[in-house]
Every structure is written in C-alpha cells, then in structure tokens.
T-cell receptor, first 116, second 113 residues
Framework: GAVVSQHPSRVICKSGTSVKIECRSL??????MFWYRQFPKQSLMLMAT?????????EQGVEKDKFLINHASLTLSTLTVTSAHPEDSSFYIC????????????FGPGTRLTVL | QQQVKQSPQSLIVQKGGISIINCAYE??????FPWYQQFPGKGPALLIA?????SEKKEGRFTISFNKSAKQFSLHIMDSQPGDSATYFC????????????FGRGTQLTVWP
C-alpha cells in the first residue's frame, strides 16, 4: 500500500530557531501534499495545500512567512517552521494523494515539535 | 463553520459490542466520505471510504452506512475489540477541491475487555 514517511518524528528546539520537517511519498508520486496541525485531543487542522512545482495555498489564519512549504518533487514536500516559539509546539502531520487524481489521502506518522 | 459534524465525542463499548459513530454534512457537493483511525502519537490511517452512489460498504468488521437524502453517514464496528480503542475521524471531500478533506471533530472510542 501507499506509504508516506515524515522526518524527524520528534524534534525539540529552542525558541527563535527554525525547524524543517520532511514529508516523503515512498512508493507513489504525490502531485498534492497537505500539511496539518493537530493539538491534543483535537481534530486535524489543515494548514496548507502543496502542489509540486507551484506555491502552496495556505488556509486562512496560517502565516505563510512563518510556515514555509516547499514541494520540490513528486515525492518530497517540506515544512519549515521559522523563528519557532513555544506556541508553535504541536503535532504536525502531512498527507499525500497520488498523481492519478484518486481521492484517497495517505497520512504520514506525524512529527512532534516542542519549542522550549 | 464545521463542515462535517461528528458524534459522539467519546464512546465506551464492551468487548464484542457494536460501536456506532455518526457524521452529518451540509454541502451536497461532497462526493467522497472516508473514515480514519488514529492511535495516540500516530498519523491517521484510512479505514474505509464510501461514495454517494452506494448506501452501504462493508470491509471486515467495519461498515459505513450512507444516507444521501439525510446527508448523514455512520461507521459501525462489529464485534468491537480492545485493539479498536482509538480516535476515529470522519471526513468529506469534493472533486473540485483536489482532495481537500474536511474532518469531523473525532470520536474517542474505548473498548473494555
């Protein structure tokens, strides 16, 4: 089946630093990737939609200069949290749909970010 | 505005019982309705999905019932097991938004042995 990986699985950083999270589709080409944020015991909140080779589309209220998304290839998208602050601590999850246009989205295992 | 409303927020079921989670939507443009299972600290995993042209879909112990006129769909877990204890999310998407999923708030299921 389709597998999506994320790296790192956990990261702890100091306030003011930047953190990069990678999302890879391992056995399929992902035209579209999505980035979500999830707080404890809450639902997934879509942050942005990323299409290969074009600029990401951000949801209302998500700062595009703070959460930089790059989708440089059909198998890799990255989310960079710039100048991280404690309120950015969260569980970040990516998902990907394959280039066939199928509706099915496959989710990565998530990245736990803790900003001290 | 919550596009997909899910209930109950939490559910406790005895082992061997039936777990039922309900979702409702308003946007008739939705044409794909998946259910995801999420364990603590993990990403969601696709459990089962349905399209509006069928009223029911079954995969093993998991069944989706879909009522197009009522704009409701539900997940039934037969013979619930302690290993089914997880958070379940219903979702909906439409072809025009390139697969963007609208999630329900989630149901935390606990199955007692």
């Amino acid at each position: 089946g389709a597998v999506v990986s994320q790296h790192p699985s956990r990261v702890i950083c100091k306030s003011g630093t930047s953190v990069k999270i990678e999302c890879r589709s391992l056995d399929f080409q992902a035209t579209t990737m999505f980035w979500y944020r999830q707080f404890p015991k809450q639902s997934l909140m879509l942050m942005a939609t990323s299409n290969e080779g074009s600029k990401a589309t951000y949801e209302q209220g998500v700062e595009k200069d703070k959460f930089l998304i790059n989708h440089a290839s059909l198998t890799l998208s990255t989310l960079t949290v710039t100048s991280a602050h404690p309120e950015d601590s969260s569980f970040y999850i990516c998902s990907a749909s394959d280039s066939s246009g199928a509706d099915t989205q496959y989710f990565g295992p998530g990245t736990r970010l803790t900003v001290l | 505005q919550q596009q997909v409303k899910q209930s109950p927020q939490s559910l406790i079921v005895q082992k061997g019982g039936i777990s039922i989670i309900n979702c409702a939507y308003e946007n008739t443009a939705f044409d794909y309705f998946p259910w995801y299972q999420q364990f603590p600290g993990k990403g969601p995993a696709l459990l089962i999905a349905i399209r509006p042209d069928v009223s029911e879909k079954k995969e093993g112990r998991f069944t989706i019932s879909f009522n197009k006129s009522a704009k409701q769909f539900s997940l039934h877990i037969m013979d619930s097991q302690p290993g089914d204890s997880a958070t379940y999310f219903c979702a909906a998407s439409m072809g025009s938004t390139l697969g963007r999923l609208y999630f329900g708030r989630g149901t935390q299921l606990t199955v007692w042995p």
